[in-house]
């Protein structure tokens, strides 16, 4: 697999630094050229960040990438670990600042299941070995966020600051050590703090550092990007990773008037521009766009509400996950029952929509979806009315 060659903005830390960008700094500090993939190598596929640590290269080139700066600029404050073994990683910037990144187990895989995964069988990727969990994680893209979904208490903070792309990768990293040796980290999803199409420089830079060949080697295809829906910047995810991006749009409404409430950005890019950029955006053959529906009690979760959402994505190459609102302390919305969820789905698959209900995970440490906030931050509580007209 080739690597993913976007046009990028330059490197910030070493830790950014791709294979080639190595080989140029290798031979500015004196080294051979091919010791830039050594290093990043070390870093990114082997989750090494000391640089004592890489005993195949020359003891002045270890004390070298000191001086430049390689280091992990991540520590784990603490690890909460729910009831469903979800794992809650909090995390300290290097301006202690703090951010969260949610580790999620998936099943364990065995030999029955082999070739029974569609997506890999859609993909060509190889299964994973027998006998072998599964993990997904969900990995932070700023401090807090701006877009101020009522559903999210990420949003609710308010945004802090961009992380820069070695922080969103170190993210990885870090997952990756908290994992056994049975346990393998198999899909990433941008869905933690922030809106990654807001942070879109540094994102860039993660993406492709993140399914390096040379580096992490994560499949194009299990890495999901999450975006309330920056049009501009959809538009230009598609056209310079070529579709290669997976892709989930909250969408969470029917009608322009009742998503502004519950998502501001709407009003700014409403639901016809939305809808026409899902439609541009390019996709290699039998891969989806993944609808991301909030369902929130008494807000959109009727039969009409899911007729509406049939009509709207008439036409486009999607499948619709439905989550029910996991509850926040800054919101006083709750989710709908499970016996809606169940008729709202069905109303959707008669319609010929692939339609998902994601089950609940980590609510009992506050680290399901929409539940991730900073560790402190004053939330704004925002009440609205049972029913928005």
């Known amino acids: 697999m080739k690597p993913l060659a976007p046009p990028l903005t330059p490197a910030q830390s070493p830790l950014e630094r791709l294979p080639e960008e190595w080989a140029e700094r290798m031979v500015a500090l004196g080294e051979p050229?091919?010791?830039?993939?050594?290093?990043?190598?070390?870093?990114?596929?082997?989750?090494?960040?000391?640089?004592?640590?890489m005993s195949d290269l020359p003891k002045r080139l270890r004390e070298l990438l000191v001086t430049e700066g390689l280091c992990q600029p991540l520590s784990i404050v603490h690890e909460h670990l729910s009831d469903d073994t979800t794992r809650k990683l909090l995390l300290r910037l290097?301006?202690?600042?703090e951010i969260e990144s949610v580790l999620i187990p998936q099943?364990?895989?065995?030999?029955?299941?082999?070739?029974?995964?569609?997506?890999e069988a859609e993909d060509g990727a190889e299964p994973a070995p027998a006998e072998l969990a599964q993990f997904t994680?969900?990995?932070?893209?700023?401090?807090?966020?701006a877009m101020g979904c009522v559903f999210c208490a990420s949003g609710q903070a308010g945004l802090k600051r961009n992380l820069s792309a070695g922080e969103i990768v170190a993210q990885l990293h870090l997952g990756r050590q908290r994992l056994a040796d049975n346990e393998r980290?198999?899909?990433?999803?941008?869905?933690?703090?922030?809106?990654?199409?807001?942070?879109?420089?540094?994102?860039?830079?993660?993406?492709v550092l993140m399914t390096h060949p040379d580096g992490l080697n994560l499949s194009r295809r299990r890495v999901t990007l999450s975006t309330s829906g920056l049009v501009p910047q959809i538009d230009r995810l598609g056209q310079e990773f070529e579709g290669q991006v997976q892709l989930a749009v909250s969408l969470h409404q029917v009608d322009d008037a009742r998503r502004s409430a519950l998502m501001p950005i709407n009003k700014k890019y409403p639901l016809a521009e939305l809808l026409a950029a899902l439609r541009r955006y390019p996709m290699p053959k039998r891969r989806r766009i993944t609808i991301e529906y909030t369902l929130v009690q008494?807000?959109?979760d009727s039969l009409d509400d899911a007729r509406a959402l049939a009509r709207l994505m008439r036409g486009l190459r999607v499948k619709v996950n439905l989550i029910p609102m996991?509850?926040?302390?800054?919101?006083?919305?709750?989710p709908s029952s499970w016996e809606t969820v169940d008729k709202?789905?069905?109303?959707?698959?008669?319609?010929?929509?692939?339609?998902?209900?994601?089950?609940?995970?980590?609510?009992?440490?506050?680290?399901?979806c929409g539940q991730l906030a900073l560790k402190g931050a004053k939330l704004r509580r925002v009440l609205l009315p049972v029913s928005i007209a």
């Open 344 to 368: 709202f789905q069905q109303v959707l698959i008669d319609q010929g929509i692939a339609t998902f209900v994601r089950r609940r995970k980590g609510a009992d440490i506050a680290a399901a």
């Open 298 to 300: 008494g807000q959109n």
């Open 326 to 334: 996991n509850p926040i302390e800054a919101s006083a919305l709750g």
């Open 185 to 207: 980290l198999r899909n990433v999803v941008l869905m933690g703090m922030g809106e990654p199409l807001a942070n879109y420089d540094a994102v860039a830079r993660a993406l």
């Open 33 to 53: 050229r091919y010791r830039g993939l050594a290093v990043f190598r070390w870093i990114h596929q082997r989750g090494v960040l000391d640089a004592s640590q």
């Open 94 to 97: 290097g301006d202690d600042k």
């Open 137 to 145: 994680q969900c990995i932070s893209t700023q401090v807090g966020c």
């Open 107 to 119: 099943r364990i895989q065995t030999q029955a299941d082999v070739g029974a995964d569609d997506d």
